[in-house]
């Protein structure tokens, strides 16, 4: 919670917060932490008895058997050549959609044609998103099969939150076949680390998140060797 005092302006309340906590937590049995980040964050603030309590996939909701040409097609994307960028969660500004913004403007600034992006979710600051973003698709706040298409029909996750503790959306990517670029900050590179299923960028960059997505989009090998990675964590986190 602290995290996002920052992206709301109100990093006067960050300390005295990280003082309540430590009152908090420290009168529990054992504090269960998602990710070794989270732990560490936790513990650096003087918070005991941190515990690490990690999370699982299932298989029969995020897997490459849901992808679709169909849905391919309707965004677009039905040349085998042409790569889905993906971003799935909530439309606030701390999801660090202003860097997300900023790959897609560089994409157009580049030529790169054979780039699609399709936003899938909802927020606050969806009509600032269609403004800065007209050729983005938005496909609304989707659950069920409709999430696990999406998911499994897009080539890549982009996800520059630096705010997440642990990052579902990570893992239900790589379970579903693509490779994802995050932040160095938060929970989401853990997981991208430790699977070796995609790559880290440096947060609050947008010109380094393009250069990773870049690569991802030209080196076929390197791409299909992170997908095979993804999903074999995946099936480890069932």
Not at 21 to 29: A, E, H, M, T, V
Request: charge should be neutral; aromatic fraction near 14%; proline fraction near 5%.
């Amino acid at each position: 919670f602290p995290s996002y005092l920052k992206s709301f302006h109100l990093g006067i309340f960050y300390k005295p917060l990280w003082k309540f906590f430590r009152w908090f937590y420290n009168n529990s049995g054992v504090v269960l932490a998602p990710t070794d980040e989270v732990a560490g964050k936790l513990e650096s603030h003087g918070i005991k008895n941190v515990k690490l309590w990690s999370r699982g996939i299932h298989l029969d909701q995020f897997n490459p058997s849901f992808r679709s040409q169909e849905l391919r097609r309707q965004w677009g994307a039905a040349d085998p050549d042409t790569r889905v960028i993906l971003f799935s969660g909530r439309f606030v500004w701390y999801k660090d959609l202003d860097t997300f913004m900023g790959v897609y403007d560089r994409f157009k600034e580049a030529g790169i044609k054979n780039v699609k992006f399709v936003m899938a979710g909802d927020g606050p600051v969806r009509s600032e998103l269609n403004k800065r973003m007209p050729d983005a698709i938005y496909p609304g706040y989707l659950t069920g099969e409709e999430l696990s298409r999406a998911y499994a029909s897009a080539d890549l996750l982009l996800f520059p939150s630096t705010t997440e503790t642990f990052g579902n959306v990570v893992l239900e990517a790589l379970a579903s076949g693509l490779p994802a670029v995050v932040s160095d900050i938060g929970g989401c590179q853990e997981i991208v680390m430790k699977s070796n299923g995609g790559l880290v960028g440096k947060a609050k960059d947008p010109e380094n998140f393009f250069q990773q997505c870049v690569r991802l989009v030209n080196d076929t090998d390197f791409y299909k060797q992170l997908q095979a990675n993804g999903l074999e964590y995946g099936r480890e986190r069932t």
